[in-house]
């Protein structure tokens, strides 16, 4: 099994920066897909970047593609998620997870079995 704890979350003014951490214990990542998605009040819960373990691949949202980055170090079997010029409109709960097999699509949380407690981003102006 896979347990996932996020951790970087917090208040920040708009067009700043914010790095969040999952770091990942239980076994090794190196045929997962790790994941990012948030959700704010009101809205649904919609999919922000992953990254496949063993191979590198990213995937971005549209809304953040240029200003987010995703990547994992793994000898510390963590994925990372660097947010810059962040929008008042990127405040919400972001939660981390993980996924062997995506049969429903990489940007689709039915995909992933495996999730953090997620953790608060705030966006002030």
């Known amino acids: 099994q896979v347990q996932l704890v996020e951790s970087g979350g917090g208040l920040v003014q708009a067009g700043g920066s914010l790095r969040l951490s999952c770091a990942a214990s239980g076994r090794t990542l190196r045929n997962y897909v790790m994941g990012w998605f948030r959700q704010a009040p009101g809205k649904e819960r919609e999919f922000v970047a992953a990254?496949?373990?063993?191979?590198?691949?990213?995937y971005y949202s549209d809304s953040v593609k240029g200003r987010f980055t995703i990547s994992r170090v793994t000898a510390k079997n963590t994925v990372y998620l660097q947010m810059n010029s962040l929008k008042v409109d990127d405040s919400a709960v972001y939660s981390c997870?993980?996924?062997?097999?995506?049969?429903?699509?990489?940007?689709?949380?039915?995909?992933?079995?495996?999730w953090g407690q997620g953790t608060q981003v705030t966006v002030s102006s």
């Open positions: 997870a993980a996924a062997l097999g995506l049969p429903f699509g990489v940007p689709n949380i039915k995909s992933y079995p495996y």
């Open positions: 990254i496949s373990w063993s191979y590198d691949n990213l």
